[in-house]
């Protein structure tokens, strides 16, 4: 409703169109990239060999995952990544077993201070 008695006109400016080219979402993977990640495959799957289940199997790939995600960060990935998963591996094995011992309903051991 109009208080003042006033009629508004709307007037819009004529209609800009704009040229856009798409831009991908991710880079080319570059050659360091795939080498970190045949790297982590091998060792994954080395890991993945000696695991009995499935829920170890699962913590495994997280572990591998997440170690070649903190090894990118770092000056030299194919260094860092063996250590990083090698320790990020045995404690997602202490959890799995310390979670089937849970499961189980029996005796969990006392963790060792870090």
Do not use: C, H
């Not at 063996?82 to 045995?90: K, Y």
């Amino acid at each position: 409703m109009d208080n003042n008695g006033y009629k508004l006109r709307a007037r819009f400016a004529p209609e800009t169109r704009f040229e856009l080219t798409p831009v991908p979402a991710a880079l080319a993977r570059g050659q360091p990239e795939t080498e970190l990640d045949r790297l982590k495959e091998r060792l994954l799957g080395e890991l993945l060999s000696q695991a009995p289940k499935a829920e170890l199997r699962r913590r495994l790939r997280r572990a591998a995952n997440d170690a070649a995600a903190l090894a990118w960060l770092t000056p030299f990935p194919l260094l860092v990544l063996p250590v990083l998963l090698a320790e990020l591996a045995e404690a997602a094995w202490r959890q799995a077993t310390r979670q089937e011992a849970i499961l189980r309903g029996g005796r969990v051991p006392a963790q060792k201070a870090a």
